[in-house]
């Protein structure tokens, strides 16, 4: 079992910057590609980005390239997405999770998440 908690959401204005934290807790984090994704009102959960097990390798979403970088450390069990030049269509619940797969961009191939974190982006 993977408890994983999600901060760092808030307002910005289009043009801001945001960083995203997700904590995890429970079975080994370092084990797992950890994976950030929004959902909109009215939208199906998408993906943004995701980052192997050891943070060597990278996969971003096109909407995202260029603007979004996730990292992490496996010393404190900790997941991040520097969120720059923000755009209203950025507006979303931001949800990271794990999964076994590498470098997974389908939701479906995720087994933990966590509650989710606002981000709204003002115009």
């Known amino acids: 079992q993977v408890q994983l908690v999600e901060s760092g959401g808030g307002l910005v204005q289009a043009g801001g910057s945001l960083r995203l934290s997700c904590a995890a807790s429970?079975?080994?984090?370092?084990?797992?590609?950890m994976g950030w994704f929004r959902q909109a009102p009215g939208k199906e959960r998408e993906f943004v980005a995701a980052?192997?097990?050891?943070?060597?390798?990278?996969s971003y979403a096109d909407s995202v390239k260029g603007r979004f970088r996730i990292s992490r450390d496996n010393t404190k069990n900790t997941v991040y997405l520097q969120m720059n030049t923000l755009k209203p269509e950025d507006t979303a619940v931001y949800y990271c999770?794990?999964?076994?797969?590498?470098?997974?961009?389908?939701?479906?191939?995720?087994?933990?998440w966590g509650q989710g974190t606002q981000v709204t982006v003002s115009s």
């Open positions: 999770g794990t999964s076994l797969q590498l470098l997974a961009n389908m939701s479906s191939l995720y087994n933990y």
């Open positions: 429970g079975r080994t984090f370092g084990g797992y590609t």
């Open positions: 980052v192997s097990s050891t943070g060597a390798r990278l």
